[in-house]
């Protein structure tokens, strides 16, 4: 029987949460457009082009950029 390929790749490192706690705490310290900056940035890295899926660092670090900014609304 034929197998997927395993399109994980051996960089695709997952954060953990003590990773996260900290990034977290960094963006609280950071501005409000420089927080933006980085919502957009993470935002562009998530997209997917030509069928390209995302890492999963790239939707934890969109997700903690997207959680500092709901907080501050």
Do not use: F
Request: glycine fraction near 2%; charged fraction near 30%; include cysteine.
């Amino acid at each position: 029987m034929a197998r997927r390929p395993d399109r994980r790749s051996d960089n695709d490192d997952i954060l953990s949460k003590n990773d996260l706690k900290q990034m977290g705490e960094g963006l609280s310290r950071l501005s409000v457009d420089a927080v933006l900056q980085a919502y957009h940035s993470a935002y562009a890295r998530c997209r997917m082009v030509n069928d390209r899926v995302p890492t999963a660092r790239s939707i934890q670090e969109l997700v903690q950029v997207w959680k500092q900014l709901w907080k501050w609304r």
